[in-house]
């Protein structure tokens, strides 16, 4: 039989065993701890890190093209050697307004730019030369210049450039970056208000007057580019704000299409060509840092293409639709000055 003092001593005895077992497990997990050592805090990668996108820019930009124009011939496909038989020139001086956006990661940086005539007339005449005698393929038989009305037209450009100087092991100032995109253009223009020549009858016949709008010409080009952009990092010299300079050069695959209605003619006369061939364009220059996240760019450029293709004349009055592509060639000279205001936020 066990007796009260027993119990107690039973009861005693067993809350030294818990006590014990408590001390020893709380001795147990401070060695424990000891020995791992404190826990890290997990580094919080910064939102910067985290982020695709490095840069974001946003410019306003004002262009002056001159110099520019263009133009398309084609022959006469009934007699051999006869080209051009016709040829138009239209100018393209005229200023230009749009905005430019650009977004950079730490090798790419993607850019997009628009801009829209704001000249309401182009600076020049649109040129209409005729070779109309068969018996003479050299001699002018009639000739016009007409002043050139603009029409809403557009600029229009978006590309991609991958860092690679550092892969080449180029000067941390120096960059080098292959660019590739796609640069559309639409001129819309309205002849008007003109003055006409027929220099083959010999002595000086008296000029003819076109009076109002004569003609409506239509012309896209489709430029797919490949090329390469340089910059050199200049820094600050002195008392001078921070300059970047740049050159761009690039190649184009190009698809034309340009639609002309000959608004004087009997009828709706149409012509229209569809030609390919390629472009030529060269870019350079200046950034000017002027605050923080601020800079002012201005940049001069030359591009020429060539291109070649068929000729579509349609006149449902007359009952005329016929295509050839004998003697069909279009191109185009575009010389610029481009002005830019640009926020850059990192």
Not at 26 to 46: D, H
Not at 132 to 147: A, F, K, M, V
Not at 333 to 346: A, F, I, N
Request: hydrophobic fraction near 40%; proline fraction near 5%; charge should be neutral.
């Amino acid at each position: 039989m066990t007796t009260t003092a027993g119990r107690q001593r039973n009861d005693k005895a067993g809350s030294n065993r818990r006590r014990g077992g408590g001390i020893a497990l709380a001795l147990f997990l401070i060695t424990l701890s000891a020995m791992a050592g404190p826990v890290p805090a997990r580094a919080e990668t910064p939102a910067k890190e985290r982020s695709l996108v490095k840069t974001f820019s946003v410019a306003g930009r004002l262009r002056n093209t001159f110099r520019s124009h263009t133009s398309y011939e084609f022959g006469n496909p009934l007699v051999p050697g006869h080209a051009p038989l016709s040829r138009l020139e239209f100018p393209l001086n005229a200023w230009w307004a749009g905005v430019g956006i650009g977004v950079g990661a730490s090798r790419l940086a993607l850019g997009v730019e628009v801009l829209r005539n704001v000249s309401g007339e182009a600076s020049g005449y649109m040129k209409d030369s005729d070779w109309g005698d068969e018996d003479n393929r050299h001699s002018l038989t009639i000739y016009s210049e007409s002043n050139c009305r603009l029409e809403p037209s557009f600029l229009a450009t978006g590309e991609v450039a991958l860092k690679i100087g550092d892969w080449l092991g180029l000067p941390s100032a120096l960059d080098l970056r292959p660019v590739a995109g796609i640069r559309w253009q639409r001129f819309v223009m309205v002849a008007h208000d003109g003055t006409q020549w027929h220099p083959e009858g010999g002595g000086s016949p008296p000029a003819e007057e076109l009076a109002g709008d004569s003609l409506r010409f239509e012309q896209v080009y489709w430029h797919y580019f490949l090329g390469a952009r340089t910059s050199w990092d200049m820094g600050r010299r002195g008392f001078l704000p921070p300059v970047v300079l740049y050159l761009q050069g690039d190649w184009a695959m190009v698809e034309g299409i340009n639609e002309d209605w000959h608004i004087l003619h009997p009828g709706r006369r149409i012509t229209r060509e569809r030609t390919r061939g390629d472009a030529w364009h060269i870019l350079g220059g200046m950034k000017i840092g002027l605050a923080k996240n601020l800079q002012a760019k201005i940049e001069t450029d030359y591009l020429r293409l060539k291109t070649d293709g068929s000729h579509h004349l349609t006149n449902p009055l007359l009952n005329i639709d016929y295509s050839f592509e004998y003697g069909v060639k279009v191109w185009s000279e575009q010389m610029g000055v481009t002005l830019s205001v640009e926020w850059e936020c990192y």
